[in-house]
């Protein structure tokens, strides 16, 4: 590099002294290609642009015997000052003098340069330049980074070594955590079996005194068995035999039968949604058919049975009596519900399906049994149950009986009556007709009257 | 970045990497980030000189018009020299300035520096307080420069009557950074740095 330096100094030398002679460019082309002749192959440093370190692209001769592409060039004019890029010497006067004769560019040795390296020039100029240059450049940037002998090793052992250790450590407190879960879910798995042997506890309990209440209760109803007639059996025993209530409607069947004309009458209310509404119905209907007063009231009675069984509450019959009277047309006299009898005929009732409650019991002493190992006592019981039942048998039959002689005597007493009412304007049996009211009923009064228009039917 | 810059510094690395300064530890320049527009460069100090021995980082930015314009270079490495801000580590050097030529590279750039680390210029300062002690107390200066290669860039040689200075001077609560600075350009007279610090 030193040489040719100093043979560019001694050129710069010469080009000056020739400009100071006020010679023209065709002396300074003449004097390139002197030089050119010199060295008639162009080393690549020589034709190499200093600027832009890539080979010269018509390239431009300064005064100063310094070279550089064209680009590179006017880029230095444009952006730096009129000054060599690399001497610094004023290049003004020449810029102006070679732009204005058009000879920037230094076509001989631009000839020279696409002669000698075509391809470089080809490449120059190609696009794939770019990245031939960032894949040369690239693979030059680690090349500072050396590894001692056995220093990756090292490090890579020490990695390992590293890794290992955390691993281990993260196994740790993964155990460490299952361990502290195990202990919980044991802890909560204790609690769970002292909350299970507990309620255990109070079930067995419960049983046992479940057990002694049906043996008192069955006492009772022993008891009580000898004078079926009176005891009615107490309402707070059907919700005990809530699963019996299926089997209570087949039972009253049984009665229907006696009494065909009413069977499908008294299924529908027991389909009824309301606690209230066949009750009412019913002493409607009773009050139709005044003739059978306690075959009715045994009917109606026991639909409200029903609706009381599944509603647990018993209110609807104290509430009945309380309905408004009705003075039915078709008969003389106003039977108002009796509720008195009603126990009597609920014990007919709950006679007549003893073989549920049979059933019942067994199953309930069945289930009793295994638990209280209690065989002896449970067949006592069963033994008690029974005979008391068939005692209601008996006694239901004998009231069947009755109640058909009674039925046949009223329906006769009821036909004879009914030719003789007298229904003439001022006698006791006139029809009651609706007084005529001046002003039309409001729809509010029509509201609250209803239960009256209902119990004075037009004829 | 213009193109031709870009294409500059990929053609000045491989040239500064490939060099014989690089073999020789002498100079280094790497690329920080994706872009060419930030290089880190980091020169040696010059033997026989008090930088002897340690290595100066430095920030260089490569501008939109390289090469028609100087990268603007700075010292990140603290240094004790009357051309570099002892604060801000700002290089007063008149290539880096107006005697820019494009023709200049990384690799002149970096030696220039290393040149100018050799051959400190006091009477053209960036930094004043260095450049008087530099032409007055040359000895407390090559003193002091040695003590701040040593204590920011890896200088080997170790100063203790300094390092006791600065030690009394931390005790006080001073930071160090303060006190060596401080001593520095009181000639490494105790009282007068204390004064400086807590005047």
Sequence with gaps: MAPSRRSTVTKVRATSRRSKASETNTDQSQNVSSSSEEKPFLLLEDVTCKICLNLMVKPVSLPCRHDLCYSCYTSCVEKSNLSCPMCRKRISVWCRQATKTNTVINEVLWQQIQAQFPELVASQNGEGKDEKDVEDFFPTVPMHQFAEPGELLKEFELEQERRRKEEEERRKEEEKASADLIAELAKEQAELARAEAELERIRQADEALALELAEKEDNIRKLRGSKIVQTPISSRKRPRKMSSDSKTTPAAKKINKFFPSRSNENDEPSRSPSAFAPVTEHFQKRDISMSEPRSSSCTSLESIDQEVSKRLHFRPINAAPLTPPKNSPGNSEIVKPQVVSAAKNLNQLYGLDGENLTEDLKQNNNSDEPIKGAGVLAEELREMEREWLRKKLEQEEADKELARKLQEELDQEAKSTRSLVNRSKGSKDEYQLRKIVKNQPTIEASFQRPSLRKSHPLP | ?199
Aim: glycine content about 4%; charged content about 25%; aromatic content about 8%.
């Design chain 2, 1 to 199: 970045m213009a193109n031709i810059a870009v294409q500059r510094i990929k053609r000045e690395l491989k040239e500064v990497l490939n060099s014989d300064e690089v073999a020789r530890c002498s100079i280094h320049v790497e690329l920080v980030g994706e872009s060419f527009a930030e290089l880190k460069g980091e020169i040696a100090g010059p033997p026989d000189t008090p930088y002897e021995g340690a290595r100066f980082q430095l920030e260089i930015k490569i501008p939109e018009t390289y090469p028609f314009n100087p990268p603007k270079v700075r010292f990140v490495t603290k240094i004790w020299h009357p051309n570099v801000s002892s604060v801000t580590g700002a290089i007063c050097l008149d290539i880096l300035k107006h005697q820019w030529a494009a023709a200049m590279t990384l690799r002149t750039v970096l030696l220039s520096l290393q040149a100018l680390l050799a051959s400190p210029e006091p009477d053209d300062p960036q930094d004043a307080v260095v450049a008087r002690q530099c032409k007055d107390k040359p000895q407390i200066f090559h003193l002091t420069a040695q003590h701040w290669a040593n204590a920011y860039a890896g200088g080997p040689s170790i100063n203790t009557d300094y390092e006791n200075k600065i030690r009394r001077l931390k005790d006080l609560g001073v930071t160090e950074m303060n006190a060596r600075a401080s001593l520095s350009s009181c000639d490494w007279d105790l009282e007068r740095a204390t004064e400086q610090i807590f005047s």
